[in-house]
């Protein structure tokens, strides 16, 4: 299997930038896009626990759009092969919280484009 095929990891690239922009505009339409439309997807969050994309959608529907500003570090895209990848990031919400949190993200190619097939987003808890 190739590992981070360059082409591959700049198509996930675009994938991940586009989801962030939607993120913190809250932009619920490309959001609900991007994840892939199955039961099977899961999105585990800060206090939620989300299975199948109905699941997320209505999430994403009802949550509230303050403080959704955030900056990324460490972002790490591993590609594996032509159709699958995993996106790792750490984020901070400026500028006053020093708190520190986490998402992982695994994309899959579909018929539709890279898709969000599973997601978890986590805060550090002592930071």
């Known amino acids: 299997m190739d590992i ?5 990891v700049a198509e996930v690239k675009v994938a991940f930038e586009r989801y962030e922009k939607a993120l913190i505009s809250n932009d619920v339409a490309v ?7 199955s039961a099977q997807t899961i999105r585990f969050g800060v206090t939620e626990n989300l ?5 997320i959608a209505n999430f994403r529907t ?9 900056v990324l570090i460490n972002t790490i895209i ?5 159709d699958f990848a995993t996106v790792n ?8 919280s020093d708190k520190i949190g986490r998402q992982s993200q695994t994309w899959m190619r579909t ?11 986590s805060v550090l808890m002592n930071k």
């Open 4 to 8: 981070n095929l360059p082409e591959v």
């Open 31 to 37: 959001l609900d896009e991007l994840f892939w439309q």
């Open 62 to 70: 009802n949550r509230s759009a303050v403080n959704l500003e955030r």
């Open 89 to 96: 990031t750490e984020f901070k919400r400026p500028p006053s």
């Open 78 to 82: 591993t590609t594996y092969g032509w």
């Open 111 to 121: 018929n539709e484009g890279w898709r969000v097939v599973c997601a978890h987003v």
């Open 51 to 55: 299975y199948g994309y109905d699941e």
